[in-house]
């Protein structure tokens, strides 16, 4: 059984105890009936911003992205992690990965793209790579002048309101951050960073946080702030993501609830381009 199978089979085993030790009542409550439809007026805009077409094309963000078996393959990302957030009732999906680029911002961004495009979820996309941040710069958020993002507001320097964007994206919303800042993983569980995350989840009722994360490997971070998240979404690139980190990475994976793993730069075309790798699937992929 490769790791990431044993990974995958081990929060199964986690969310079937959770399930079976959940009271009745909870678990009616959550299944896909008929979803609460948000009030409009709730619903907040934010600072807007016009994203360009060009730099979306350019760095492959939907919904500039034409490849018809890239589209299909979020689409399915997008559902089974729906479904899976509405199973538990979890709200807060990381996105992280074994080393550096793998695509996790890419597929952070998409994944929280095509999540908006679903009419009844509203969506915060938020760069916690505190040292890395890449979120605007794929958005082409950058070089608006005098923006402010999350390291200002983690440094006291901008309030809350200030650092949150709506880009010309339906239900979508952006916590971006312009300055990469050391110290990052004391920032990351410090009171202001848990004030943030309790502020944005107050926001809008059913709204989704998706948080881009550092690897697990180059730093403490995504430890430092699992305390906040709910689910783990780890990519892994093919040829590029060692058996050796990915054994390495066990350890801190055990200690989240990993949520699916998403197989990114796959030579197979087709439906399987960015594959999505779950509790369904786990038995039938090396
Ligand atoms: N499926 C893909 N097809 C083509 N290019 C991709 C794909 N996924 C990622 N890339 C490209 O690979 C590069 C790295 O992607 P990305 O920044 O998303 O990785 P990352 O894992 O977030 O990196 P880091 O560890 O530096 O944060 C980018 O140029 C991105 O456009
Ligand atoms: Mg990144």
Redesign the pocket.
């Known amino acids: 059984m490769s790791i990431i199978e044993e990974a995958v089979r081990k929060s199964a085993e986690q969310r079937h105890r959770q399930d079976a030790s959940a009271p009745q009542v909870a678990r009616t409550r959550v299944r896909r009936v008929t979803p609460a439809p948000v009030e409009m007026a709730q619903a907040k805009e934010y600072q807007r911003v016009s994203l360009d077409a060009g730099v979306l094309e350019q760095?492959?963000i939907l919904p500039r992205i034409s490849d018809q078996a890239?589209l299909r393959a979020y689409k399915i990302l997008r559902t089974r992690v729906l479904r899976r957030l509405e199973a538990n009732q979890w709200r807060v999906l990381a996105v992280s990965?074994v080393?550096?680029?793998?695509?996790?911002?890419?597929?952070?961004i998409n994944l929280a793209i095509a999540l908006s495009q679903d009419v009844n979820t509203w969506v915060f996309l938020v760069d916690l790579?505190l040292q890395?941040p890449?979120v605007a710069s794929?958005l082409g958020l950058s070089g608006l002048g005098g923006e402010k993002g999350l390291s200002d507001y983690l440094l006291g320097e901008a309030p809350f309101e200030s650092i949150l964007y709506s880009p010309d994206i339906e239900r979508l919303s952006v916590v971006p951050n312009f300055q990469p800042v050391p110290q990052s993983s004391e920032l990351l569980s410090s009171p202001r960073m848990i004030e943030l995350m309790q502020a944005l989840e107050n926001e809008v009722p059913r709204r989704i946080i998706v948080l881009?994360m550092?690897?697990v490997l180059?730093s403490d971070d995504v430890l430092a702030f699992s305390p906040q998240i709910d689910g783990l979404l780890l990519?892994v690139?093919e040829g590029a993501t060692s058996r050796d980190s990915l054994q390495t990475a066990k350890e801190v994976l055990a200690e989240m609830n990993l949520l699916g793993v998403v197989l990114?730069?796959s030579s197979e075309r087709d439906d399987s381009?960015?594959y999505s790798y779950d509790q369904g699937s786990a038995g039938s992929r090396p």
């Open positions: 760095n492959r890239a990965g080393t550096v680029g793998e695509g996790k911002t890419l597929t952070a790579d890395r890449r794929y881009d550092p690897p180059a990519v690139a990114n730069r381009a960015y």
